[in-house]
């Protein structure tokens, strides 16, 4: 696979060869990108985050939908994680390109069947208009520039190919207000009473929060951002509000409906939970045009 990715390379670019990974030299590392290497490097978390995340039967039909059949496709993975995507939705791709900052979940994605590359997504190794989809699954809030990692993603996308993301959080609907705010930061000091919540140790929640940089009051993204960055690339831009439930009826317009605690941090903001700018999260599928070079 060595010998084919290598045609997809910027000429001059220097690679090493890491475990199962091409590795790619971070001149600058942020915060972000340190944080997102050290958590999805811990083995037991992004195993715990390949088994438990994103891999559900309405996560599989909504991205099913939006992708098609990508047979025999060149497929890149911006922040793939332990491989998520591939994991849950299986097929048969030409060519599957992981790119992440963490060694240990390449490795994992690597097992699954992707060609694996450590690199920083604001400055990918990559020439121009080479791939046929291009996929970003709740990556753009683990990035501090998300509008650079959106452009430099879409940079990749060949004409007729597609670019699509989800599960980032929509500004509009976790911009809390008030008291509705008050309850947001006081949930971490609930759940560690309680014990509830994804993460198992302080450690592990600690470095979880500090890698969803843009997963926060007044974060997130916007229709209007996919729309400004990618429509003078090229692209038709749809963007689809969605509660998570739901699989390939979203891409028909149907959000569904968030459960309680978020529809309440909604009416709290002063905001109608139930209107498109409260969905929880934004899928974005954006088509290039032919004729664009």
């Known amino acids: 696979m060595e010998a084919t990715i290598n045609s997809f390379f910027k000429p001059g670019i220097k690679v090493k060869k890491t475990g199962s990974y091409l590795e790619f030299e971070i001149e600058n590392p942020t915060k972000a990108i340190d944080a997102n290497a050290y958590y999805f490097g811990n083995f037991e978390w992004a195993e715990e985050y390949l088994i438990y995340c994103h891999r559900n039967d309405a996560f599989k039909t909504r991205w099913s939908a939006a992708l098609g059949d990508w047979t025999d496709k060149v497929i890149v993975d911006i922040g793939c994680g332990p491989g998520n995507?591939?994991?849950t939705l299986k097929g048969k791709p030409k060519m599957l390109i992981g790119i992440d900052v963490a060694?240990?979940?390449l490795e994992i994605a690597a097992e699954l069947g992707y060609t694996t590359v450590l690199a920083d997504a604001t400055h990918l190794p990559f020439i121009s208009g080479f791939a046929d989809v291009v996929t970003l699954n709740a990556a753009l809030h683990h990035c501090e520039d998300m509008d650079a990692v959106l452009k430099e993603a879409a940079r990749l996308v060949k004409p007729g190919g597609l670019i699509v993301?989800?599960?980032d959080p929509q500004l509009s609907a976790w911009d809390y207000k008030g008291i509705a705010k008050l309850l947001w930061n006081f949930r971490l000091f609930y759940y560690k009473i309680i014990?509830?919540?994804f993460h198992k140790t302080n450690n592990q929640q600690l470095w979880g929060l500090a890698c969803e940089i843009h997963h926060k009051p007044g974060h997130g993204v916007t229709k209007?951002?996919?729309?400004k960055l990618l429509e003078p690339m090229g692209f038709k831009v749809n963007v689809f509000p969605h509660n998570h439930e739901l699989g390939a009826e979203v891409l028909q317009?149907?959000?569904g409906k968030a459960s309680f605690k978020y529809r309440l941090g909604n009416l709290l903001s002063g905001r109608n939970p139930d209107a498109d700018t409260s969905a929880l999260s934004l899928m974005c599928v954006a088509k290039k045009d032919l004729m664009v070079a």
């Open 85 to 87: 995507i591939f994991a």
């Open 103 to 105: 060694p240990q979940s």
């Open 165 to 167: 993301t989800d599960h």
């Open 195 to 197: 014990g509830h919540g």
């Open 224 to 227: 209007d951002m996919f729309k």
């Open 253 to 255: 317009g149907n959000k």
